[in-house]
């Protein structure tokens, strides 16, 4: 199982952000899905999470700016982050807690990141 991001890039400061990710190959369940990213010099912090039932967590940095959600039906996990600042420059990694078969315990999986760049 891969997980597969979509919506990098060159983005305006001021504008609209939207990635999204799902997982390619077999897989039995999703429970959680996340975005962290990771800047240059700093750690991996947490965006947003989004479990099965929707339940949210926002990540100090994103909070009343950004927008987490997913389609169960496709196994997608979207983000939608209105105005975004030069800051929030880095990295963006999915991240999916998901059991591939149904006698195999959950694992975490991550995406090979996308790289978001905010420019004024």
């Known amino acids: 199982v891969q997980l597969q991001a979509f919506g990098g890039g060159l983005v305006q400061a001021g504008g609209s952000l939207r990635l999204s990710c799902a997982p390619s190959g077999s897989l039995f369940s999703v429970n959680r899905m996340a975005w962290y990213r990771q800047a240059p010099g700093n750690q991996r912090e947490l965006v947003a999470s989004i479990t099965s039932v929707g339940k949210t967590v926002y990540g100090d940095s994103a909070k009343g700016r950004s927008t987490i959600s997913r389609d169960n039906a496709k196994n997608t996990v979207y983000l939608q982050m209105n105005s975004p600042k030069p800051e929030d420059t880095a990295v963006y990694y999915c991240?999916?807690?998901?059991?591939?078969?149904?006698?195999?315990?959950?694992?975490?999986?991550w995406g090979q990141g996308t790289q978001v760049t905010v420019s004024n």
């Open positions: 991240n999916a807690f998901l059991q591939v078969q149904p006698l195999r315990g959950f694992s975490d999986y």
